[in-house]
């Protein structure tokens, strides 16, 4: 792949243990080692392109903008020819619009232009007066103000120099990157194909919207948050549905799910419960382990490993503990094995509105809210009697408080980490 989607290199000989709770920062760094990136490719319509990942670098086959045009619209003319004194009587001696420019009158000496917004600077014009500083009587106008050399043109490769790098691979495209494509003439560009993710929630407590609830049943939310996660232009979700906790049927599901993913991703049934038969299906079926449990809070049941040649992502089945490991963890490997460039670091600095007091351990991720901004950091309040089971309450968070896990109480003003969710 290419150099700058590389991700950090793991050294085997120093793999944890699978008995080893691994930092967040050690198994986001072994799931980015050991991902696997897309390599194939396909050409899709510049019209089709939003969302989906560049495989190719976009660069200038010619200036932007490609000639000096008029910002506004208004009179082009020759600053040098203006007298020094304000007004300034010119005759008017011809318009351009934009558009080709055969036949476009040349300015004359002592003359003005009448130019529209876009339109070509004539010859002989080195600056534009807005129509609102003037005052036309006839076929002349009357300038209400001096005018210097360059004012109101955009300038031919002001923006962009021919053979410039304008779009590296693993962009996202989005409409401003579509727009410079778009501008320099690429009618469709090649993207990473889709990556293909497999998933599947597990619980034979779990039902289906639709169908009755007996005691002891739960609807399966979890899968409807999977999808929602999953959902992005550079993903082809398949969706395996929900497996009861049953080992023969587990091995089924993740057969039928190797065949045909890049990447699995379930939810559920990873503790070590007597009912948690995931990861033991998983190794019957061949799997790999790399990673078995991450100090983070909530969420410290966390599979990381590989099943043929799809990577394999298991994550518990608490809604608030899935939400919160896909967010911090699963998104970036995700990333990777789509061909996207490495972003920056998607935590801030921020302000504390509460106090906190807690164990040492494992990193914790607080759900909580943007109440303000304070001394030019944003404010940040943590949800009343939030944890991992509460679904609604996480659903009014904007983001997570991180803290470390050497940490045992915050105090109110003090400067905490910050990862908002739109990170």
């Known amino acids: 792949m290419p150099a700058q989607l590389q991700a950090p290199r793991i050294d085997d000989r120093v793999a944890p243990s699978m008995e080893d709770l691994v930092s967040v920062e050690r198994a986001l760094a072994i799931g980015l080692a050991r991902a ?19 495989a190719q670098t976009i660069r200038a086959d010619a200036p932007l903008p490609r000639f000096d045009y008029s910002a506004m619209d208004g009179y082009a003319l020759d600053t040098s020819s203006l007298s020094a004194g304000i007004p300034t009587l010119l005759k008017v001696t011809g318009s351009i619009a934009a558009g080709p420019t055969i036949g476009s009158p040349a300015l004359q ?33 009357i300038l209400s103000r001096a005018l210097r050399p360059a004012d109101n043109i955009r300038r031919r490769g002001e923006d962009v120099s021919e053979g410039d790098s304008l779009i590296e691979a693993g962009t996202a495209m989005g409409p401003l990157q ?57 993903i082809e979700i398949v969706d395996l549905g929900s497996c009861v906790d ?22 559920g049934g990873i503790s070590v419960g007597d009912e948690d038969h995931v990861v033991e299906a998983f190794q019957r079926c061949g799997g790999k382990l790399w990673v ?40 970036r490997i995700l990333e990777v094995c789509a061909g996207i460039r490495p972003a920056g670091d998607r935590e801030c600095t921020a302000i504390a509105n509460f106090d906190w007091k807690g164990r040492p351990g494992r990193t914790t991720y607080l759900p909580a809210t943007l109440s303000g ?21 996480l659903s009014r968070a904007g983001g997570f408080v991180v803290i470390a896990p050497e940490m045992v109480s915050i105090e109110r003003g003090a400067k905490i980490r910050w990862q908002p969710f739109t990170a």
């Open 178 to 234: 579509a727009g410079v494509a778009a501008a320099c003439g690429y009618p469709g560009v090649r993207v990473f194909r889709k990556l293909r993710v497999t998933m599947f929630t597990t619980g034979s407590e779990l039902r289906q919207l639709g169908e009755s609830i007996r005691p002891g049943e739960i609807y399966d939310a979890n899968r409807f948050i999977l999808r929602s996660l999953l959902g992005r232009p550079w």
């Open 36 to 54: 696997r990136p897309i390599v194939e490719t396909e050409r899709v319509d510049l019209c089709d392109v939003t969302g989906r990942i560049l």
């Open 373 to 393: 901004v304070e001394s030019g950091l944003p404010l940040i309040e943590l949800l009343p009697d939030a944890n991992s089971g509460k679904l609604y309450q």
């Open 109 to 141: 000496s002592g003359c003005a232009v009448r130019i529209l917004t876009g339109a070509p600077i004539p010859a002989g014009a080195d600056a534009v007066v807005a129509q609102e500083d003037v005052r036309r009587e006839g076929d002349s106008i």
């Open 246 to 267: 049953q080992p023969s049927k587990l091995r089924a599901i993740f057969q039928s799910a190797a065949a045909r993913a890049d990447v699995i991703v379930s939810a």
């Open 292 to 331: 078995r449990k991450v100090a983070i809070k909530p969420g410290k049941p966390l599979v990381l490993g590989k099943l043929a040649d799809s990577t394999y992502i298991g994550l518990p089945g608490n809604p608030g503990a899935l939400f919160t490991t896909f967010k911090v963890i699963v998104d």
